[in-house]
């Protein structure tokens, strides 16, 4: 069997029961499902392997407590500079910071790293939740919230690809 196939079917089973965990029984701890979907993408992206894991994990929580940051520091400065200004100092601090942190193994993907940004960012500024940076509160805090879904689609891309790896073995040795 194609590997392929195996994929697809354990991608969309896992898919299905991190939606209905999200909106149904888990609903309560406000996980963001797309943000689950972009960390495995994230895995994806980056070959899929256990490897992947390492190579996203590190710069998907960076780049989420960059945008963090960053959130602060817009909110803190918007009083006295107004918005505009306030963002585009912060944002181009907070945008470098995940370049030159690149040097930094742990840190080197680039592309995760902007996605944990993207993800936090966007979160709180949607959800009107930048009033919420300092919470400790999974479901206010838009940093904890964010890297918790990071981590489920970082798990749950290496479960999706392990099962279906695993479902197209189990193919070739039933067929031969």
Do not use: R
Not at 133 to 151: E, G, H, K, R
């Amino acid at each position: 069997m194609q590997l392929l196939h195996p994929l697809a079917i354990s991608i969309g089973i896992l898919g299905a029961l991190a939606a209905w965990l999200t909106l149904g029984p888990l609903a309560d701890l406000g996980l963001q499902l797309w943000a689950i979907f972009v960390a495995w993408g994230a895995f994806y992206h980056t070959g899929g392997s256990a490897g992947a894991i390492q190579k996203n994990t590190g710069a998907l929580i960076f780049g989420s407590v960059i945008a963090w940051i960053v959130l602060i520091g817009v909110t803190t400065l918007a009083g006295s500079l107004g918005v505009p200004v306030a963002a585009f100092i912060c944002v181009g601090l907070g945008a470098a910071a995940v370049v030159l942190a690149a040097k930094i193994p742990l840190f080197a993907t680039i592309p995760a790293s902007v996605y944990g940004f993207a993800c936090v960012a966007s979160y709180a500024m949607q959800s009107n939740k930048l009033g919420n940076l300092y919470d400790l509160s999974l479901v206010d805090n838009p940093l904890l919230n964010i890297v918790a879904a990071l981590l489920i689609g970082t798990i749950l891309g290496f479960l999706s690809e392990t099962i279906g790896a695993a479902m197209a073995k189990s193919e070739e040795t039933s067929v031969a």
